[in-house]
C-alpha cells in the first residue's frame, strides 16, 4: 500500500502537475473547471478519474484545512507519476507523507526515533570484563563499542524491534533473484539494486538522526527490494560531515543513531534481513548519510562485523581520503594498545580487543604500507639509546601481534624514543597507497609494451594472492583490498583478455574433482566481485585444483595463445561409409570440439571470446556432414532436484546463442535448440548431436481435417474457430511488463500458423488481455494488451501467414488474465478492431 497524505488548501496549485500526469496516461483533468468547482464537484471528478488512474478520493477534516485528499494506491501505470504531483506543494517542496491509507485522517506522526543501541555481542562483553588498566575506559573502547553496538539485537532480523506487517505492502516489489544463484551471486544482485536505489545513501540533515521526506521514499524502495533476498544480511553504515581528522565520539554516536534509525525504519516496512549497525562519525568523510550494503547469511551476526562493514565502505575513496580515512582509523584504534612499564609486552586483556580493532582497520586497507612508530616516556632531552631500543621493540611487538591476527600489509617499524615527547605509545601512518602495483603512465607505450606492464603487476597481485576460508569460495570482506587493486589495474588494461586460475591445498598427487571445483569456484567469486568494481574484461576462470600443489590462491595472468586456440579437430573422410556410422563420426567429433566447454558468464548468454575458435570448428565439422540435422542442447549448474524455469530459459537461450555464432561462421545445417536446466546433473555446458527431426517430432495437438477445403464457408469459420480455441488452451505468455513473447510459446505459434494456412481467405482477429480485474483496467494495460497482440502477428507472419489479421487490446476488461485470443467473425472482422 502506498502511504495516505493530506494536502493543504494550498497544495491546490499542483492540480496543473496532476493533470500532466493524468494526460500522460490517457486521461483529461480539466483544471480551469476543478479551480471553480465546489469541493463536492471536485471529489465527484476524481471519483471518475479514479478507475482509470488507481486513485481514490478521501476525505480529510476540516480542522486540517485541508479541502481535498487524495489516496494514491499501487499501480503499474499512472499512479506513481500522479503521486509525484500531488506530493509537491505550492512552493515546489513535497508534502508530508506519513501514516498507512487508514491513518489518513490523522495527525501526522513525528518521526521515529532511533532505538537505543543494543547491547555489544560476546567479543566486546569480554573487552568490558577487562578494562584498561586502573578501571578507566579509554576513548577507543567507547567509540569501538558504539562500532559494535547494535549487533547483537540489530542482527536477529525481523524479530527484534517493531516490524510492520508484511501485509501492510501490496506494491509490487522488484523482481526476486532467480532460485539457482548462489548466495554471493545474490548479494552481487542485491548490492546492484541497494546502489541503483541509493547511489549516494539516504540523506540526513545536519546534526538529525530522523529520517526526512526524501529518506522515507528510498526506505520504502529499499525495503521492497529487500524482500526478495531474505536470507541476505544487510548492513548500515552511518556518517557524520566533516574530514576524518575532526572524528569525535559525538560524531559517531550521531551517525550510529542514524544507522540504527534507518535499521528501525526498514523492519517497519517489513524487511526480515538480519542487520548490523556501525557508526563511523567522519571517518571516512561521507557527509550526513546511512549507507547501505548487503551481506552474506551469517556475517550480520558475526563478531567481525565492523571489519566486514568497514571493507565494503572503503570502496570509491580517491587516494588522498583512503589515506586520511585509515590515519583517523588508526589513531582511534590505537588509543587502547598499552604496554608493560620498562618492557614491550603488550598488556593481556585491555590490549588484546584494541589489536583487533587495528587488524580491522588494516584488513580494509590490505595494500597500503604502513609506518609504525614507537614512542617511550620522558622529555626529549631525555632520549637516549635505551628509549630508542624500547619503542623500537614495542612498534616490533605490535607488528607481530597484527600479523598473527592476519594481516598482510607491508609495516616498517621505527622507534623514537622520547624524541617528540608524547609518551608511551605507538602511532601508525599510512605511507605508500598500493606498494609496487601503481599502474604507471601507459602513454606512448606499445601494446607489447603496455602488455609486460600489465603481466608484471598481475605477478604481484598472484604473489599478494587471495586468502579464502578452508573449504569456501566466499570473498573475505578482509580481501576486498585487493580484489579493488585488480580491478583497478584491469580498468587501465580493458581490451584485454585475463585468465584467473584456482588453486587448491594439497600435493599434486592429491588432485581430485572436489578440489577442482572448489578452485573454479574461488576464480569465479573473485570475478564477480571484480567485475563489481567496474572491470570489463572477458575473464576465463579456471579450477587447477592441487594439480600444480601451488597451495590455497589464485593466480591472475594474461591470456596466452594457446588458452585462445582450441584443440584441432581432424574430419576423417566418410566416403562410401552408411549414414548411421556418418552419424556416429559426426557425433564423435562435436562432442571432442566441445571437451573444453563453453564458459559462459554467471547468468549470461553471451558466447564468450575465448569460445569463437570452438565455434568456428563446429562450422567446419557441421559443413563437412550437410545432411544432418542437429540438437543444440543447453545445460545449467546445479542438481536434477534442484531444476526450475529460470535454469531451462538460460540453458536455451546459450543453446541459441551458439547456434546464431555458428551459423555466423557459414554453417547451414538445421539446429534445433533445446534448454534442460539442470534436469540431467551435467552443469553448465552446451552439447550437440545428430538426430532424426522425424522421429522426435512431437504430434501436432490440434489436427485440421483433410476435407476442412470441400466445407462451406460458415462450416470453414466455425472449424477455423474451434481450432483455433483448442490451439490456444495452452497459452501464450510474454516477459513480464514486456511484450516480448516467452521462448516456451514458440510450439504453439507454429501450431496456429499451420492452422491459419489452411485457411488463407479469412480476416482474423488477434486480441491480447493482460491480468487484473475489469475494475482495475487502465489505458497502460489497453496499449500493453494491442502491443502484444501486434507481436503474435509479427511472429505468425515470421511463419508464413497470409491471412489479414486485425490487432485489439481489451487490456484487464474481461479479467481473462495474461493471454491472446485468435478468432473469425461472422463478418470476416470485428467492431472496433483496428490494423495495427
Known amino acids: 500500500r502506498r502511504r495516505g497524505m493530506g494536502l493543504e488548501s494550498k497544495a491546490l496549485s499542483a492540480l496543473p502537475l496532476a493533470q500532466e500526469a493524468a494526460a500522460a496516461s490517457g486521461s483529461e483533468v480539466p483544471a480551469a473547471a476543478l479551480a471553480a468547482a465546489s469541493k463536492e464537484e471536485r471529489n465527484a471528478h476524481w471519483a471518475l478519474l479514479a478507475p482509470q488512474l488507481d486513485v481514490r478520493p478521501t476525505s480529510l477534516p476540516a480542522a486540517a484545512g485541508a479541502e481535498l485528499g487524495i489516496a494514491v494506491a499501487a499501480t503499474a501505470s499512472a499512479g506513481a507519476p500522479l503521486q509525484e504531483a500531488l506530493e509537491l506543494g505550492a512552493s515546489g517542496e513535497r508534502a508530508v507523507v506519513e501514516g498507512p ?124 527490494i529487500l524482500r526478495g533476498f531474505p536470507k541476505l544480511g544487510v548492513q548500515c553504515a552511518g556518517h557524520a560531515k566533516g574530514k576524518p581528522g575532526d ?9 550510529q543513531d ?12 517489513g524487511a526480515p534481513n538480519a542487520f548490523a549497525c556501525v557508526g563511523f562519525g567522519s571517518a571516512l568523510g561521507r557527509g550526513n548519510c546511512v549507507r547501505l550494503h548487503g551481506m552474506l547469511p551469517g556475517d550480520a551476526e558475526s563478531d567481525d562485523a565492523p571489519l566486514r562493514i568497514l571493507g565494503w565502505n572503503t570502496g570509491g575513496l580517491s587516494v588522498e581520503q583512503e589515506r586520511a580515512s585509515l590515519d583517523q582509523l588508526l589513531k582511534e584504534a590505537l588509543d587502547g594498545v598499552a604496554f608493560e612499564p ?150 587501465a588494461f580493458p581490451d584485454v583478455m585475463v585468465i584467473i586460475e584456482g588453486h587448491a591445498k594439497g600435493k599434486p598427487e592429491d588432485d581430485n574433482e572436489g578440489k577442482r571445483k572448489l578452485s573454479k569456484a574461488r576464480a569465479e567469486a573473485v570475478r564477480s566481485a571484480v567485475r563489481l568494481e567496474g572491470a570489463t574484461n572477458e575473464m576465463r576462470c579456471l579450477g587447477m585444483g592441487s594439480a600444480l600443489g601451488a597451495g590455497a590462491g589464485l593466480h591472475v595472468r594474461t591470456a596466452r595463445p594457446e588458452d585462445l586456440e582450441a584443440r584441432q579437430v581432424a574430419i576423417p573422410s566418410i566416403d562410401g ?34 569460445a569463437m575458435e570452438t565455434v568456428r ?13 542437429i540438437k543444440c542442447e543447453g545445460h545449467a549448474k546445479g542438481a536434477s532436484s534442484e531444476n526450475n524455469p529460470a535454469k531451462v ?147 505468425l507472419i515470421r511463419q508464413g501467414v497470409e491471412c489479414e489479421i486485425l490487432c485489439e487490446g481489451k487490456g484487464s476488461s474481461e479479467g481473462a488474465g495474461m493471454c491472446v485470443k485468435l478468432f473469425v467473425t461472422a463478418e470476416g472482422g470485428r467492431d472496433g478492431a483496428e490494423e495495427g
Open 101 to 224: 491509507l487508514e491513518a489518513a485522517e490523522q495527525e501526522p506522526r513525528k518521526p521515529t526515533l532511533p532505538a537505543a543501541v543494543e547491547a555489544a555481542p560476546a567479543a566486546a562483553a569480554a573487552v568490558a570484563a577487562a578494562p584498561p588498566k586502573e578501571g578507566r575506559r579509554s576513548k577507543s573502547d567507547k567509540m569501538w563499542s558504539m562500532v559494535l553496538g547494535g549487533l547483537g539485537g540489530a542482527a536477529e532480523g525481523g524479530e527484534a524491534g517493531t516490524p510492520g506487517p508484511a501485509e501492510a505492502f501490496s506494491a509490487m516489489p522488484p523482481s526476486p533473484p532467480p532460485d539457482d544463484l548462489s548466495d554471493t551471486a545474490q548479494l552481487a544482485l542485491l548490492e546492484e539494486r541497494l546502489q541503483a536505489a541509493a547511489p549516494s545513501g539516504i540523506a540526513f540533515g545536519a546534526n538529525s538522526s530522523a529520517v526526512g521526506e526524501e529518506g522515507r521514499l528510498a526506505v520504502r524502495r529499499i525495503a521492497e
Open 617 to 629: 570448428q563446429l562450422a567446419r565439422i557441421l559443413n563437412a556432414f550437410p545432411g544432418f540435422a
Open 247 to 255: 572524528n569525535n565520539l559525538a560524531k559517531r554516536a550521531l551517525s
Open 342 to 491: 620498562n618492557k614491550a609486552t603488550l598488556v593481556k586483556g585491555a590490549s588484546d580487543y584494541a589489536v583487533r580493532q587495528v587488524g580491522w582497520v588494516l584488513q580494509a586497507f590490505p595494500t597500503w604500507t604502513i609506518r609504525c612508530e614507537g614512542h617511550a616516556k620522558g622529555d626529549p632531552a631525555d632520549n637516549n639509546d635505551g628509549k630508542v631500543r624500547l619503542s623500537q621493540a614495542r612498534a616490533e611487538s605490535l607488528a607481530a601481534a597484527l600479523e598473527a591476527a592476519g594481516v598482510s600489509n607491508q609495516i616498517t617499524c621505527v622507534g623514537h624514543g622520547c624524541a617528540q615527547g608524547i609518551g608511551m605509545c605507538v602511532r601508525m601512518f599510512a605511507e605508500n597507497p598500493h606498494g609496487d602495483m601503481e599502474v604507471p603512465d601507459l602513454a606512448g607505450l606499445s601494446d607489447a609494451e603496455r602488455r609486460r606492464v600489465l603481466e608484471g603487476l598481475l605477478a604481484k597481485i598472484s604473489e599478494r594472492g587471495v586468502n579464502f576460508e578452508p573449504n569456501s569460495h566466499d570473498v573475505p570482506t578482509r580481501e576486498l583490498g585487493v580484489v579493488r587493486t585488480l580491478a583497478r589495474i584491469l580498468r
Open 649 to 795: 530459459k538460460l540453458s536455451q537461450l546459450r543453446a541459441e546463442a551458439l547456434k546464431a555464432a555458428i551459423m555466423a561462421e557459414g554453417a547451414s545445417s538445421a539446429i534445433r535448440c533445446v534448454g534442460r536446466g539442470s534436469a540431467e546433473g551435467l552443469g553448465m555446458c552446451v552439447r550437440m548431436f545428430a538426430f532424426d527431426p522425424a522421429a522426435e517430432a512431437e504430434p501436432c495437438r490440434v489436427q485440421v481435417p483433410k476435407d476442412a477445403a470441400k466445407l462451406g464457408k460458415e462450416e470453414q469459420r466455425a472449424l477455423l474457430n474451434k481450432l483455433l480455441e483448442k490451439a490456444l488452451e495452452k497459452r501464450i505468455t510474454f516477459e513480464p511488463n514486456s511484450v516480448e513473447l516467452e521462448f516456451t510459446v514458440a510450439d504453439t505459434i507454429k501450431e496456429i500458423a499451420r492452422i491459419l494456412k489452411a485457411f488463407p481467405g479469412f480476416r482474423i482477429v488477434c486480441e491480447g488481455h493482460t491480468k487484473g480485474s475489469p475494475e482495475s483496467n487502465t489505458i497502460a494495460k489497453l496499449r500493453l494488451s494491442k502491443a502484444r497482440a501486434e507481436s503474435v502477428r509479427a511472429a
Open 258 to 269: 542514524r544507522a540504527a534509525c534507518i535499521r528501525d525504519a526498514l523492519r517497519a516496512e
Open 577 to 610: 561409409l552408411p549414414r548411421d556410422e556418418q552419424e556416429d563420426v559426426l557425433n564423435n567429433l562435436l562432442a571432442e570440439a566441445l571437451r573444453g566447454n563453453i564458459e559462459f558468464e554467471p547468468n549470461s548468454q553471451v558466447v564468450p571470446r575465448s
